[in-house]
């Protein structure tokens, strides 16, 4: 007596069956198998391909944060110049536009952002994905290097703004620096 078909026969490449496992061959269905080492072979290749490419995608990676910061710098310096040729000369950040008064990040917000609409919100440092900014007082000296603490190093007073990000780029120019 024949024995009707099993529908899973008919249709292999749309249902899978339990892989089974026999001494040193992995089965998937029925006549199809992989050795152990054939599999450990693959996997093998497959690691020293991701160890050939993964350094290179990295190094793209890296690429984009320095033209992202660099475009981001671009920004915050147009805006704040913008801003001082409309505010006769004063920089954001100072409370009442008051350049005798201390510095604060929140004016520095609050004017580019919610009072002239310079921005949706501060960009951020690529590097570090803080939007934070160091203010730094009339009378102190810029710092001479970055701590990566914060999004940005500001002075109002000079209008100089820098990423605050410890490092340099391929070309051997630090961060700090663009």
Same mark, same amino acid.
């Given at each position: ?6 529908? $899973?026969?008919? =249709? ?6 339990? @892989?089974? !496992?026999? /001494? ?12 152990? !080492?054939? %599999? ?13 490419? $993964?350094?290179?995608?990295? *190094? ?5 944060? #320095?033209? @992202?910061?660099?475009?981001? $710098?671009?920004?915050? +310096?147009?805006?704040?110049?913008? =801003?001082?040729?409309?505010?006769? &000369? !004063? ?9 005798? @008064?201390?510095? *604060? *990040?929140? =004016?520095? +917000? ?5 009072? /002239? ?12 994905? %803080? ?5 730094? &007082? ?5 710092? @001479? &290097?970055?701590?990566?603490? /914060? &999004? ?6 000079? #209008? ?13 120019? +630090? =961060?700090?620096?663009?």
């Amino acid at each position: 007596m024949k024995q009707a078909p099993n529908q $899973l026969d008919a =249709y292999p490449t749309r249902h899978w069956r339990a @892989a089974k !496992v026999h /001494s040193s061959r992995v089965t998937i269905g029925t006549g199809q198998a992989f050795s152990i !080492v054939e %599999l450990i072979i693959v996997v093998a290749v497959l690691g020293i391909l991701a160890a050939i490419v $993964l350094p290179q995608f990295q *190094s793209h990676v890296t690429q984009a944060k #320095e033209v @992202a910061a660099k475009d981001n $710098l671009r920004i915050l +310096r147009s805006a704040i110049e913008l =801003y001082a040729a409309k505010h006769t &000369g !004063v920089a954001p950040g100072y409370k009442d536009n008051d350049p005798t @008064a201390a510095p *604060s *990040s929140d =004016y520095f +917000r609050r004017q580019t952002t919610l009072d /002239s609409h310079y921005f949706v919100k501060v960009p951020q440092n690529p590097f570090n994905k %803080l939007d934070t900014m160091r203010m730094i &007082g009339n009378s102190e000296a810029f710092p @001479a &290097g970055a701590t990566g603490n /914060s &999004g940005w190093i500001y002075q109002p007073a000079t #209008e100089t703004i820098r990423l605050d990000w410890p490092g340099v780029d391929d070309d051997g120019m +630090r =961060y700090y620096d663009y």
